[in-house]
C-alpha cells in the first residue's frame, strides 16, 4: 500500500524559512513523479510544485516561483520543499502527492495524482 508523510511544517513569521518533507512507504519512488498542492480555508487547492521521477525537471505555481524550491532525494524515498521569504499569504496545509511515471513531465493538475499525503499545517504570521 502506498503511503506518504508530509513533516516539517509549523508556526513561523513573516521572511523566515520552512523545509517540508514527505517520505514515501510502499512503492518504489523512484517511479513515481512528485507534487507538492497547498489548501487555504476557503480557497480551492492550489498547485505549488512538481518534480519528475528523475529530479530532472521541476516546475513551480505563480506565486511561489523564485521563493520555493522542490528536490528529491530517491534513496531515501524522500521529496523536499525548501520554502524562503515565507508570506502570510502562503499560510494553508500543504499536501504531497505522487502518480506512476517515467515521462520526465511534471503533472500540475491535482486530479492527475493518485496518492496523497494527509497534509502538513504551515501557518506565517504577519
Known amino acids: 500500500q502506498v503511503q506518504l508523510v508530509e513533516s516539517g511544517g509549523g508556526l513561523v513569521q513573516a521572511g523566515a524559512s520552512l523545509r517540508l518533507s514527505c517520505t514515501a512507504v510502499?512503492?518504489?519512488?523512484?517511479?513515481?513523479?512528485m507534487g507538492w498542492f497547498r489548501q487555504a480555508p476557503g480557497k480551492e487547492r492550489e498547485f505549488v510544485g512538481g518534480i519528475t521521477w528523475s529530479g530532472g525537471s521541476t516546475s513551480y505555481g505563480d506565486s511561489v516561483k523564485g521563493r520555493f524550491t522542490i528536490s528529491r532525494d530517491n534513496a531515501k524515498r524522500t521529496m523536499y520543499l525548501q520554502m524562503n521569504s515565507l508570506k502570510p499569504e502562503d499560510t494553508a496545509v500543504y499536501y504531497c502527492?505522487?502518480?506512476?511515471?517515467?515521462?520526465?513531465?511534471?503533472?500540475?493538475?491535482?486530479?492527475?495524482?493518485?496518492?496523497w499525503g494527509q497534509g502538513t499545517q504551515v501557518t506565517v504570521s504577519s
Open positions: 510502499g512503492y518504489t519512488f523512484s517511479s513515481y513523479g
Open positions: 502527492a505522487a502518480r506512476i511515471t517515467r515521462r520526465e513531465v511534471v503533472f500540475i493538475n491535482g486530479d492527475e495524482y493518485r496518492y
